[in-house]
């Protein structure tokens, strides 16, 4: 290791005559570095281990033979090092010269080792001999042998960083070079084009497409896609344009990884398709308007509507965005209608952790799933969805022995890596859970200490698993008895520290949503896996955002910081805001479009969420969208839902403007400005507290509420009334950012919730049966379960990354996964196209076909691609207890495009709008 | 998976699915499907969890492994320098010119039956001496039975005190030798702590018999000063041509190391030991696999677990630390040093590294006393030498002689001076990582160390008499080309310094070397020897070195 622990004792050295003073531990390189001398170091990262291949950061030690590499010599004190010698020049230069042999002259690697030939006098001594091959198969970077010298460090980035492990050194001697699994073409390898190897080549023979024009800045943030909140260095160019997209070692939650869509998916950001005026509709047309006229025509419709109106908040928007729109949507419109995309992602999760342990949050912290014993990932294609910590649960099971169960009905990437892959049938998860616990309970395996001291109505629930064996749990899912008892076994009982289970969609999106999170924190706590290090449950989050959403208070149901709507908490707030506060809950995101068409509702301001594609059955929230009497959209870019709208409002991306994004271990880390605002776009919070002024005006209340200066008062202000942020500031946010709770200034927030206490009291265990597997189920005309979801090169909707040219060139179409079994009854060949037909509408994608899913099952990325996205076909059913739709299960067939489908006669065409049928 | 390939890769599937198990899995497809096939890479990478380029890497790295179908039943045909003199390469074009095409001939590196050439292997099995016929016969389908090679160990001469080679050619199963008191020194060694043991060791002043001739005990002694638990490995890889001590020991007397190694267990106080075995020499194995199981039935191990592992070639892989890397399963290249194996060794725990030879003197060191082993060889260097004699000489094959013996002396007393009444020009003393010795130089006492300014070491112990069959230029190229071929590639002055060194002594050889091609050979020579990773890198340029230093002449005839 090159870095010591802190408080460790420091050693002097001298360097070329030098004193040089480091902590114990380092290296003789770190010596020179920190003195300020120069070695060459061509294969050393300054954040990896040494790899000791180029052999250039030569040395000379008084009293020791030879010239030893300073890259993973340790410096000891009173050591004598000597960086330049006639002899030791002489050794380094002919390396060098033997270095510089391997890359073609004149190119990329050349100019690279132009500095360092020159400072040695280094020249062409030895003939060249680089190899030739280039790879530009990918669209995000190319692979030019010709410039590469095989230090090792890209294949170190793949494999120890990211653990993906899609290149690797192959060969011996002069036959050596980076290449793929059988040196095919990258774009055919398991390579994920993550970039880590571009970001670590020192020759760029890893190099980005197009090459980014020179630096001008580099802007520390946070990514803006999933909820790992990794830490993205924003490189501009003099004109101001995003460029490459670098790494940050120094956040915590990442660890400087990061995968494709941080990488190179950020570019939207600046795409010509960003809204940059203000859109007024005027005869049925979105027309340029300034600031003033949409606004105050805004400003006077939900004056107008006010009492029949919802605002849906942005969970891709900072934590003072929706701070700011939700104190508008209580504070001037009256009504706790405010909700977002969590209504479709984990409030099943978020309801049964609130009933259970007082917090919808992710108990641990990800630094728990590193210590481990036992990962348990339950309906979450980690690797796509959140590549990053799929990259350090790999590394927990590589490095460190840890056992993996992956409960998904999809064969997934992380099943490579599992002692114990369980494929449900879909919609039986309450039942394998269960199955699970009753092993646990009938094995003695059960945390008895925990389940006395923590928890309460541990008896009813356990005599609820009594039909649970695991015989019959295999009977409704199909799982293995045996592997069921394995899998439990190895949950209550670890090989080493606590097990943790992570989740994602798979669990929630059911019409039986909340019964799975209920069953999974049963088994969490029955085993005592909460709380100490290693163990905790973890529903990951989608969005960026998602959890600073809520926490910022955009939920029908609670104040900021999930304080209840009851009079004190009132109190506190209409002190604190200076007017009175609705006490009556909210509509839920799901309910408002259920009454906006019924007529119910008649204004909505939606904020960086797209309804129209993300709401099941899409024709049917249309009809709900087209009832509105007034519907303002605030977006970045044109979407299913600006069409609709009578006012668009332009916002700027998360490069534009300052804030906080609160990741999925709690963390809440610093997002700030690199970029000026796109065309006259502004940052959300500047917009709906602009508006609020101007509802005030109208409704003669104060304006001096919604009259921030910056994003930082913003946040001092939640923070204030807030106890789980109580304690932090920007100030407190330049390092590592904080984990809430943190209710005091000197306090340092909080890695892993429920170490000793509920906030509950003791954790109630919920008894839940396992009920019919889904609302709809296959019969002899929609034979086949639809299974909805996300693909690494694509974000929800697409909206965004369809704008990312990297991501849109590696899956420019829809692809529909389907058992090889199906598509030959269907005579559907990989690759051809395919028709996916619900009751509800239909769509076209490009087939792909593989034993991923079980048979009988296909698999559609709820992106739109192109002209269709899984959710024509989705079922509009909820799960009662939370109002998720079931996006999980439906029921549909597929056909070859053009042939004789004896179920279509007599039906229309188009992509969606049928009702029933 | 297919069903058949399921049935194919039964004995991959039966492996624990660790990331050590790799070489056995690789070695369990290569078995089943005569070649390293995308097929069987897949269910590797399935049964281990290895992503497929990692694995794809990982198994290029050894370059025993074939990712080719086989074109017909290979003929391999071993062009080490011994076999060399003794006219391997006019014996590849002979099966060639049969134009059988139902076999493939490949030339292959050192086939280590250096005292029986020219040697051909088909399907492991060997044909010592052979001629086109023989070889072509063995390749018949129906005929490929296993043909026995000529005796290695001829009777004893004066100049030899056989000590390790004391019984080879008797018995060696368990019960005949326990009679002549096998496993008694184990038995002394038990009597007494690990540390006592230990210091026995140190006290006898045994030297690792590898090549690098370090104290066994102070190795022993570093690797005790840190907490368990600790391993043994046994470096059985034995991959340097021209040597072939610890496969005739193996062979023919395998309880003599497994004693050994259970010494070296209870004196460091091992948890598990591992013997890395050369991937070719399975004769060897089978040997001392049923000497393991036999002890082990007999209750000797005491329950040490000994697990025996296959290389898969490379000359690197007798590299200690690559035999490391190796039996976790990871690339065969070398380990960055420090920190040394003794402190951080196989999964970071300490680890000591010993060559058979080693570890087949420590019986007798326990049972007839430190006194008695410090008998023969020299006060610094105690003990006798096994020592690979091969090449122009009249009776090549296996001695031991005391350390300290002279160079001539082995040539003569015991090689019968140069083969058929020729003159022994020069010899070969530490193989790719040696050099030549001219006869002005014959009367060297071989010790370890540097036996001479111009590179010749006594290594291992491998000897190999020149004579005028073959130009010095060759040779001294042919060792280049070696060292090119093996180099692993991760270290630039190894990777890029061999090949150009071999070409430029290539183009000397043919006349086209350019006139500072000496200026430019001493350069790599330095780079290569100050700046590689590794002891094969480091030592790569010696064989130049030693011409340059005593046959300048053959080295200038080439320049433009």
């Given amino acids: 290791m090159t870095t010591a622990p802190e408080a460790t004792r420091t050693l002097a050295l001298t360097i070329d005559g030098a004193r040089v003073e480091v902590p114990a531990g380092a290296t003789v390189l770190d010596a020179i570095l920190a003195g300020g001398s120069h070695v060459p170091h061509l294969c050393k990262d300054d954040d990896q281990e040494p790899l000791g291949a180029c052999r250039t950061c030569l040395v000379e030690v008084e009293g020791v033979r030879g010239f030893p590499a300073s890259c993973y010599l340790a410096a000891t004190d009173g050591m004598a090092v000597r960086t330049r010698g006639e002899a030791l020049d002489r050794v380094r230069t002919n390396v060098l010269d033997l270095t510089l042999g391997m890359v073609e002259p004149g190119g990329r690697g050349a100019s690279a080792l132009a500095g360092e030939a020159e400072r040695y006098g280094v020249g062409g001594r030895f003939a060249a001999r680089a190899e030739r091959h280039l790879d530009d198969s990918t669209p995000a970077f190319s692979l030019n042998l010709a410039d590469c010298i095989l230090c090792g460090r890209c294949v170190q980035g793949c494999q120890d960083v990211q653990h993906i492990g899609a290149i690797a050194v192959l060969g011996g001697g002069e036959a050596a070079h980076i290449g793929t699994h059988l040196d095919e073409p990258l774009v055919d390898s398991i390579c994920t084009s993550c970039g880590t190897c571009v970001s670590v080549c020192p020759t760029q023979a890893l190099s980005p497409k197009p090459e980014p024009a020179p630096v001008a800045q580099e802007v520390s943030t946070t990514c803006g896609y999933c909820g790992v909140g990794c830490g993205v260095g924003l490189q501009i160019d003099a004109d101001g344009r995003l460029g490459w997209v670098e790494d940050r070692p120094d956040n915590p939650s990442s660890q400087g990884m990061l995968c494709v869509k941080g990488r190179f998916g950020l570019t939207f950001v600046q795409h010509e398709d960003r809204l940059t005026t203000p859109l007024i509709r005027r005869n049925g047309v979105l027309e340029e308007a300034t600031w003033d006229e949409a606004l105050d025509l805004v400003a006077d419709k939900l004056v107008e509507h006010r009492g029949s109106f919802a605002a849906l908040a942005s969970a891709k928007a900072t934590n003072e965005d929706a701070y700011v729109l939700q104190k508008f949507v209580r504070g001037l419109m009256g009504t706790n209608s405010i909700d977002h995309c969590t209504r479709l992602c984990h409030s099943p999760s978020v309801e049964a952790m609130l009933m259970q342990l007082g917090s919808g949050a992710t108990s641990n912290s990800y630094e728990d799933y590193d210590n481990a014993g036992c990962l348990m990932v339950v309906g979450s294609d980690t690797s796509s969805n959140h590549p990053v910590i799929a990259s350090r649960l790999r590394r927990a099971i590589d490095e460190r022995g840890a056992q993996l169960i992956v409960v998904n009905p999809k064969r997934i990437e992380l099943c490579d890596y599992a002692t114990y892959f369980l494929q449900p049938q879909p919609g039986t998860d309450v039942a394998l859970f269960n199955g699970l616990a009753k092993v646990v309970l009938d094995e003695a395996l059960v945390d008895e200490a925990f389940v006395r001291d923590r928890t309460r109505d541990f008896e009813a629930f356990a005599a609820s698993l009594e039909e649970y064996t695991p015989e019959r749990v295999e009977e409704i899912t199909g799982v293995p008895a045996d592997d069921i008892r394995g899998a439990a076994r190895l949950y209550a009982r670890p090989p080493f520290s606590g097990s943790c289970v992570l989740w994602g969609m798979g669990v929630t999106q059911h019409t039986c949503g909340t019964d799975n999170a209920h069953a999974l924190v049963n088994l969490a706590l029955m085993t005592g896996q909460m709380g100490k290090p290693g163990s905790g449950v973890s529903p990951l989050r989608g969005q960026n955002n998602v959890q600073g959403c809520g926490d910022a208070g955009c939920i029908p149901d609670n104040l900021p910081g999930y304080q209840g709507l009851g009079d004190t908490n009132r109190a506190k707030f209409e002190a604190g805001w200076g007017v009175e506060l609705p006490s009556e809950q909210g509509l839920r995101a799901t309910e408002m479009f259920e009454l906006a068409a019924e007529g119910g509702l008649r204004a909505m301001y939606v904020t960086g969420e797209n309804p129209l594609l993300s709401e099941p059955y899409i024709a049917h929230a249309e009809e709900a969208i087209e009832r509105l009497d007034f519907l303002v959209v605030q977006d970045i870019f044109p979407n299913e839902t600006t069409a609709h709208a009578d006012v668009v409002l332009p916002a700027t991306s998360f490069a534009e403007k300052d804030g906080t994004f609160t990741n999925s271990e709690r963390r809440v880390q610093r997002v700030r400005k690199a970029i000026a605002p796109v065309g006259q776009s502004r940052p959300d919070w500047e917009i709906t507290a602009d508006l609020a002024r101007r509802v005030a005006k109208r409704l003669e209340l104060s304006q001096s509420q919604f009259a921030w200066t910056d994003a930082s008062e913003v946040f001092d202000e939640m923070a204030s009334l807030t106890p789980i942020l109580g304690g932090i500031s920007y100030g407190r946010l330049e390092g590592a950012g904080i984990q809430w709770p943190c209710p005091t200034p000197d306090h340092p927030g909080t890695p892993r919730l429920y170490g000793e206490t509920f906030s509950v009291g003791r954790a109630p265990f919920v008894a839940v049966e396992q009920g019919p597997p889904a609302a709809e189920l296959p019969n002899r005309r929609f034979p086949l379960i639809l299974n909805t979801g996300r693909v690494l090169y694509h974000w929800h909707g697409g909206t965004i990354t369809t704008r990312a040219r990297v991501l849109n060139e590696r899956m420019p179409e829809l692809p529909v996964a389907i058992h090889p079994r199906d598509a030959a009854k269907a005579d559907i060949e990989d690759g051809g196209d395919v028709e996916v037909l619900s009751r509800r509408g239909q769509l076209t994608g490009k087939a792909v076909v593989t034993d991923a899913v079980q048979p009988g099952s296909i698999f559609v990325p709820f992106a739109r691609l192109g002209e269709f996205s899984a959710n024509y076909l989705t079922n509009a059913v909820y799960d009662p207890k939370s109002r998720i739709p079931e996006y999980k299960v439906c029921a549909v067939r597929i056909a070859k495009p053009g042939a004789p489908d004896t179920w279509r006669r007599g039906r229309g065409s188009g992509r969606g709008g049928r009702r029933g049928g | ?560």
């Avoid at chain 2, 001496?129 to 005929?143: Q, V």
């Fill in chain 2, 1 to 560: 998976m297919t069903t058949s390939a399921a049935s194919r890769y039964r004995a991959l599937e039966a492996l624990p699915r660790e990331r050590t198990s790799m070489l056995p899995a690789l070695h369990a497809i290569a078995e089943a499907d005569g070649w390293v096939s995308p097929e069987g890479l897949a269910a590797v990478s399935r049964h281990l969890r290895v992503p497929n380029s990692e694995l794809y890497g990982i198994a290029r790295s050894y370059n025993e492994l074939r990712f080719e179908p086989p074109g017909g039943t290979p003929i391999e045909v071993c062009t080490g320098l011994s076999c060399r003199l003794a006219g391997a390469d006019a014996l590849a074009e002979d099966i060639r010119a049969s134009g059988d095409s139902t076999v493939e001939v490949r030339e292959v590196a050192c086939r280590f039956r250096c005292a029986e050439g020219p040697v051909v292997s088909v399907a492991h099995r060997y044909i010592a001496p052979a001629d086109a016929s023989t070889a072509l016969t063995a390749a018949e389908p129906r005929r490929r039975r296993r043909t026995h090679a000529k005796r290695t160990v001829r009777r004893v001469r004066r100049a030899e005190v056989r000590r390790l080679m004391a019984h080879l050619g008797a018995p060696s199963d368990l019960e005949s030798v326990r009679v002549r008191g096998a496993y008694a020194g184990l038995d002394a060694a038990r009597a007494m702590t690990g540390e006592a043991a230990t210091e026995v060791v140190a006290a006898s002043g045994l030297r690792g018999r590898g090549g690098a001739y370090f104290p066994t005990g102070v190795k022993w002694q570093s690797a005790r000063a840190f907490e368990g638990p600790r391993y043994l490995v046994v470096n059985a890889e034995e991959g340097e041509p021209g040597v072939f001590k610890d496969r005739t020991l193996l062979e023919r007397d395998p309880h003599l190391v497994v004693e050994g190694l259970l010494i070296a267990t209870h004196a460091i106080e091992a948890e598990r030991c591992f013997v890395y075995l050369n991937g070719e020499a399975d004769a060897a194995a089978s040997a001392l696999s049923s000497a393991i199981d036999e002890a082990s039935a007999a209750g000797l191990l005491g329950g040490t677990d000994v697990e025996v592992r296959r290389g898969a070639g490379g000359y690197v892989c007798g590299e200690e630390s690559v035999i490391l890397s190796s039996i976790e399963g990871e690339r065969a290249v070398p380990r960055l040093k420090p920190p040394l194996p003794v402190e951080r060794g196989l999964w970071g725990r300490p680890t000591v590294i010993n060559n058979v030879e080693t570890l087949a003197n420590l019986p007798s060191i326990f049972l007839d006393g430190v006194e008695s082993f410090r008998s023969v060889g020299t006060a610094e260097q105690p003990g006798t030498k096994l020592i690979s004699l091969s090449g122009a000489v009249a009776r090549p094959g296996l001695y031991e002689v005391p350390l300290g013996t002279t160079l001539r002396a082995v040539l003569e007393d015991l090689g019968g001076g140069g083969r058929g009444g020729h003159e022994i020009r020069a010899v070969v003393a530490g193989g790719p990582s040696g050099g030549l010795l001219p006869p002005s130089r014959f009367d060297v006492a071989l010790l370890g160390g540097s036996l001479d300014p111009g590179g010749a070491a006594l290594g291992a112990g491998g000897i190999v008499a020149i004579d005028d069959s073959m130009p010095l230029l060759e040779i001294v190229r042919h060792l280049a080309a070696y060292n090119a071929a093996e180099s692993c590639g991760k270290c630039t002055p190894c990777r890029e310094g061999t090949p150009r060194m071999r070409n430029l002594l290539g183009e000397i050889a043919s006349g086209e070397a350019p006139a500072d091609a000496l200026e430019l050979l001493d350069a790599l020579d330095e780079a290569m020897s100050s700046a590689s990773l590794c002891g094969l890198g480091q030592m790569a340029a010696l064989p130049y070195r030693s011409a340059r230093t005593h046959f300048l002449e053959v080295l200038t005839g080439g320049m433009r």
